[in-house]
């Protein structure tokens, strides 16, 4: 599939059963930097990043997620939990051939980088965050209990 951005390569991949979209540019040697859009956006919202950390040398990644543009998208509601979606942002990491990365997100991408961060127990990510609020009544209490439970 042809990107809309000179620079930027859209690449289909099969992780964790579903058939993922994902946008990248950069070395692909380099420090792996993904990035994770919030609603209801795709990977076309990190152009400007893409772009400006693949020329200081970071292989940057950002996906459509689970339901969202090239994406497959699920039926089933049970298809998006959060741990669905960490174990798709860990599944895209391993198909990278990265053990580490730097996660950034923004709005529900924020708080899956969060919990990617948290609970994976797959190498070692940083995290930046931003629009993220880990409360209220959008969280359910499942998800409270990691969060008061976090180190």
Known sequence: MASPLEGVTLTYASINSIRMRYAS????????????????????????????????GYYCVAPDMRGYGGTDAPTEKEQYTISHIRDDMIGLVKHLGHETCFLIGHDWGAWATWFVTHTSGYGRHNLFYSSFVPAGGWVYSGQMSLWHSAP
């Open 25 to 56: 540019a950069g070395p692909v040697d380099g420090p792996l930097c993904l990035f994770l859009h919030g609603w209801p956006e795709s990977w076309y919202s990190w152009r400007h990043q893409l772009l400006a950390l693949s020329k200081e």
